[in-house]
């Protein structure tokens, strides 16, 4: 159903686009707990969001608090640029593809870095991949290393993905066009396992580290999104950037202690 001013507020403000999430998030992770369980979930969430909205930044201000060598009018065109790429993008109905706002953020912070790597976890349709994509073209161009399952499921965050019986590019990441091939990396399977195996096969490590744009973007719960923290920081260089969209509930824990857009988390290393 459309509602005209909530659906505008959506589209103009990154806050709202945020909240909108994580009420959702939260409505739909609550009532499926049983009884107490879901009061204390509710109770907690909403503790998290009251924190999250006083700790929250305008898009202009996360950047640059991120990428403090950048000028604010520099920020303000390349939230421009990633905004009419979003706008440009299709949106596919399922696939839980991050919002307007997250994906110009998303791009923003790619062209103003210029990571050596992107390493992205739930490539979902690939809506924050393009972002990152458009935003390391040129002689630099990033490879992008994006991990999804690879069987079609219901998430255990409640998101239904009836999707990609064809893999990689008509299903996960579907957006992301054929041009960018070469560029793409696909590790597909459940994270728990791809993720280790990789970072072991890249032989990265802390005496070997990349200076890379990092979007944490699969299961949004504390337990997974520490497990993929502790992975991927130590092999981070001083410089690279961590986005989680989103902190729903996943770092409920740590409100204060990373950069917030709406629900969107940001991290320097
Ligand atoms: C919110 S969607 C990603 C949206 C995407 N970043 C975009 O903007 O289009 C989350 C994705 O994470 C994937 N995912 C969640 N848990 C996973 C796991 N344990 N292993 C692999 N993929 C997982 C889901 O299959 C889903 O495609």
Redesign the pocket.
Known sequence: MEIPIYHKAITKNALAAGLDATVYGTLKQGLQSPGLASGLFMGKQFVHIMRSLSFHQSPEDFILLLLPELSETYIKDLLKEGLELADEMARPER????SRW??AIVYAVAKGMKPEEVI??????????LMALRGTDGALAATLTT???EES?T???A?P?YRWEELPLSG?GR?IPEQDQDRVVFVL????Q?LPKWVHEERLSPRNPVRALV?L????TPE?QRFEMEYIWPVLADGSVVLC?DTTYGWSEHVGTYINCGFLGGIKK
């Open positions: 696939g839980g593809a991050a997250d994906c992205e976890t739930g490539t979902g349709v690939g809506a924050t991949s991990f999804d399952r499921v998430g255990e965050d998101i993905y996960v957006l399977g459940d994270i728990r791809t979007i973007d699969s299961l949004h997974h969209d």
